[in-house]
C-alpha cells in the first residue's frame, strides 16, 4: 500500500502564497504519478496539478502560472508552492498517487489539508 500525509494548509491573505507538502511512504516504487486535488463543500474533487514519475506536470488553466507542483524524489515528497492566491482557491486540498499497486491506476489519497484564502 501508500500512505500520503499532507502538510502546510492554513489561512492566507489573497495575493499571499502558501506551500502544501505531501509525503509518501510504501510501495513507493508502485506510484505511476501523484497530483493535488480540491474539493469545496457540495462540489465534486477537481484536479489541480500532476507530476508524473518522469517528472512532466500539468496544471489546471485556474492555476497555471500561479500554482507549481513539484517533487524531491529523496524525500519521497510533492509540493503545491501556491503564489498569489485567490479566495476562489479557498478548498480542501488532496494529495493523490497513482499506483499498480494492488492494480493497474489505483488511487491512494491522503487525509486532506485545509486552506482558506481571506482577508
Known amino acids: 500500500q501508500v500512505q500520503l500525509v499532507e502538510s502546510g494548509g492554513g489561512l492566507v491573505q489573497p495575493g499571499g502564497s502558501l506551500r502544501l507538502s505531501c509525503a509518501a511512504s510504501?510501495?513507493?516504487?508502485?506510484?505511476?504519478?501523484m497530483g493535488w486535488y480540491r474539493q469545496v463543500p457540495g462540489k465534486q474533487r477537481e484536479l489541480v496539478a500532476t507530476?508524473?514519475?518522469?517528472?512532466?506536470?500539468h496544471s489546471v488553466d485556474s492555476v497555471k502560472g500561479r500554482f507549481t507542483i513539484s517533487r524531491d524524489s529523496a524525500k519521497n515528497t510533492v509540493y503545491l508552492q501556491m503564489n498569489s492566491v485567490k479566495p476562489e482557491d479557498t478548498a480542501a486540498y488532496y494529495c493523490?498517487?497513482?499506483?499498480?499497486?494492488?492494480?493497474?491506476?489505483?488511487?491512494?489519497w491522503g487525509q486532506g489539508t485545509q486552506v482558506t484564502v481571506s482577508s
Open positions: 507530476i508524473s514519475r518522469s517528472g512532466t506536470t
Open positions: 510504501g510501495m513507493i516504487s508502485s506510484i505511476n504519478a
Open positions: 493523490n498517487a497513482q499506483s499498480n499497486y494492488p492494480w493497474s491506476g489505483y488511487n491512494y
